[in-house]
């Protein structure tokens, strides 16, 4: 415990952790949900590129949408695809989910995680629904 002190008169003492170990805290739902829609924004950010460089190569020339078509059908473009739709299915169920406590619905503790396990359970549906299409 550390004792604050102003003008050597004693004022308050500090309770507050000294060192804070990230790893061992446990964080609420919510917090896991926000990070989560940090992380999938991010994630999207960069994967803006590499789908412009394939609409851009896809139509250059029939040659090169051929090459793209073919390179599509490989495990790993699938799952690179899949990666991407699941981002932007938790983004976008995040984001409405956003949107409805910004109109005043589930604003407080409770509501705020029955929201985040309506969107992880509907994220979860989607991505793997994603999956189902995409292989």
């Known amino acids: 415990m ?9 004022l308050v003492k500090d309770t507050r952790p000294v060192n804070l170990d990230i790893g061992t805290m446990k964080l609420p739902i919510t917090a896991y949900a926000s990070i989560l829609h940090r992380i999938s924004g991010v994630f999207l950010f960069i994967a803006i590129g590499l789908m412009i460089y ?3 190569s896809s139509l250059s020339s029939q040659a090169d949408f051929d090459s793209l078509a073919g390179m599509l059908g ?26 409805v406590m910004d109109m005043g619905y589930g604003e407080t503790y409770e509501g705020g995680v029955l929201g985040s396990r309506i969107t992880f359970a509907v994220s979860a549906i989607l991505i793997a629904l994603a999956g189902v299409w995409v292989w």
């Not at 550390?2 to 008169?9: I, S």
């Not at 991407?84 to 989910?97: D, E, N």
């Open 2 to 10: 550390c004792l604050r002190a102003f003008r050597g008169t004693l």
């Open 54 to 56: 394939a609409l851009d």
């Open 74 to 99: 490989s495990p790993v473009a699938k799952l690179v695809l899949w990666a991407v739709l699941a981002g932007l299915i938790y983004h976008s169920v995040a984001g409405v989910k956003h949107l």
